[in-house]
């Protein structure tokens, strides 16, 4: 996604308006310099689906052509940012985290959660609680920033600053 930002004025991918957040990761697999060699990497090792079977939606190419459908991801995406967009906002997670478990030697009942990437590039396992209070903040800080107010650190806004 970097490397697309580069490419396209700082901007992270994004589709046709009205497409689905999968539909903007797939065009890493596609768009002109086909930025994701393998196709593989946009489905979780864990998912059911399998890569030999998608397609990207209407054209009949299948994934060893490049093609994706862009219901297939095992991962949604948030369009719209740039890479000079908050480091700490969420850009990517798994799309849910039912058999996301964090990796422990004999512990079966290992909380859910799931893996997020963010616009700075890491990429951190979180609990779904912690998840979701962050989806929280951020759907917060787009509308303050949209809007022309003030950005919340995470860390201040969960104290109750700045709420």
């Known amino acids: 996604m970097q490397i697309y930002a580069t490419d396209y004025d700082g901007w992270f991918p994004a589709g046709p308006e009205g497409a689905d957040s999968s ?13 994701i060699g393998d196709v593989s990497q946009l489905l979780c090792p864990f998912s059911e689906d399998h890569i030999g079977n998608w397609e990207l939606e209407g054209s009949g190419r299948s994934a060893a052509d490049g093609g994706l459908r862009a219901s297939s991801t095992s991962y949604e995406y948030v369009v719209g940012f740039r890479d000079d967009s908050p480091a700490d906002f969420m850009v990517a997670f798994d799309d849910a985290p039912r058999s996301h ?47 022309g107010g003030d950005y919340v650190p995470f860390d201040w806004w969960r104290e109750g600053e700045g709420r």
Do not use: T
């Open 23 to 35: 539909y903007a990761l797939g065009i890493l697999s596609y768009a002109g310099q086909n930025y």
């Open 101 to 147: 478990q964090r990796p422990r030697f004999g512990c079966i009942d290992a909380p859910k959660g799931r893996n997020v990437l963010f616009v700075d590039a890491h990429v951190v396992w979180m609990l779904e609680k912690g998840f979701q209070e962050r989806m929280e903040w951020q759907k917060e800080m787009m509308k303050r920033i949209e809007e």
